[in-house]
């Protein structure tokens, strides 16, 4: 069971914004940064967003992110079909000396 | 360009042992963090295991802690995971994947294998 909890699912219709949030506790999100990846069954996990806001070069900024005390959220603009995947958000936590994924939210785009 | 190709995985039966191994190029492997990750059917990512970019500090989730090992060969740009008494838990697509920075902090993973399968079953 992961120590990070996001919503199961979220959709919404091309060009138009979903949120997708993450709770995690003071020794995870509360202590480090969140970074976001998106999965696509049979590929490669993709780094999306790190250091709670970053983006890695040739992600398109329609993809942002915070953190607020110990949640975080990432927001996707402009939706894609292409965006369809389950997106995972991620940090290290201090107690378990670990890295922790959240349980993952699968988007889909109406 | 970063490559990371894991190889190793199999059917194995509960109790037996499995070593997977990734092999990365593109980067100077001796200089970052690694990790193992994995997916079971179904499931969404659980993080295994961390190496440093020297393989002094090693740490392992819960649970396989004392039944997996990860260990790298920086001669041979390889990164290891020795998994002892398998379990039908242990189902999963197993992820190598590197650190992006070169020191400090073991994340954010940067680039990541296309991973292999390991199907624990009798």
């Known amino acids: 069971q992961s120590v990070l909890t996001q919503s199961p699912s979220a959709s919404g219709t091309p060009g138009q914004r979903v949120t997708i949030s993450c709770s995690g506790g003071?020794?995870?999100?509360?202590?480090?940064?969140v970074s976001w990846y998106r999965h696509l069954p049979g590929a490669a996990p993709k780094l999306l967003i790190f250091s709670n806001s970053q983006r890695p070069s040739g992600v398109p900024d329609r993809f942002s992110g915070s953190k607020s005390g110990t949640s975080a959220s990432l927001a996707i603009s402009g939706l894609q079909s292409e965006d369809e995947a389950d997106y995972y958000c991620a940090a290290w936590d201090d107690n378990l000396n670990g890295y922790v994924f959240g349980t993952g939210t699968k988007v889909s785009v109406l | 360009q970063v490559q990371l190709v894991e190889s190793g995985g199999g059917m194995v039966q509960p109790g037996r042992s499995l070593r997977l191994s990734c092999a990365v190029s593109g980067f100077s492997f001796s200089n970052y963090g690694m990790h193992w990750v994995r997916q079971a059917p179904g499931k969404g990512l659980e993080w295994v295991a961390v190496t440093s970019s020297d393989g002094s500090k090693r740490h392992h989730a819960e649970s396989v802690k004392g039944r997996f090992t990860i260990s790298r060969d920086n001669s041979k740009n390889t990164l290891y995971l020795q998994m002892n008494s398998l379990r039908m838990e242990d189902t999963a697509v197993y992820f190598c994947?590197?650190?992006?920075?070169?020191?400090?902090?073991?994340?954010?993973?940067?680039?990541w294998g296309q991973g292999t399968l390991v199907t624990v079953s009798s």
């Open positions: 003071s020794s995870n999100i509360g202590s480090n940064t």
């Open positions: 994947a590197k650190a992006k920075w070169h020191s400090g902090a073991y994340y954010p993973l940067d680039y």
